[in-house]
């Protein structure tokens, strides 16, 4: 069990261990939902396609085929589930 403190300010620093858990970053977005009882639910909220768009481009990087990146994928997974 992890436990956090509410500031005066009304703020809480999530523990380590929970951010590594729910993979959060500097910046990343949290829903909390209140439930019935009362308890909350932490979860990240996922990023738009708007939000990363163009984050991979790089001026001169030759373009990769879907033929390449499909093999690149199928090897990943291979080499994954040995």
Known sequence: MALATLTTKGQVTIPKIIRESLKLNTGDKIE????????????????????????????????????????????RMRNKFK
């Open 32 to 75: 909390i939902i209140v439930t019935d009882k009362r308890e909350a639910i932490i979860r990240p909220v996922s990023k738009k396609v708007d939000d990363i768009f163009c984050k991979l481009h790089k001026p001169g990087r030759k373009a990769v085929s879907l033929e390449a990146m499909d093999d690149a994928i199928r090897n």
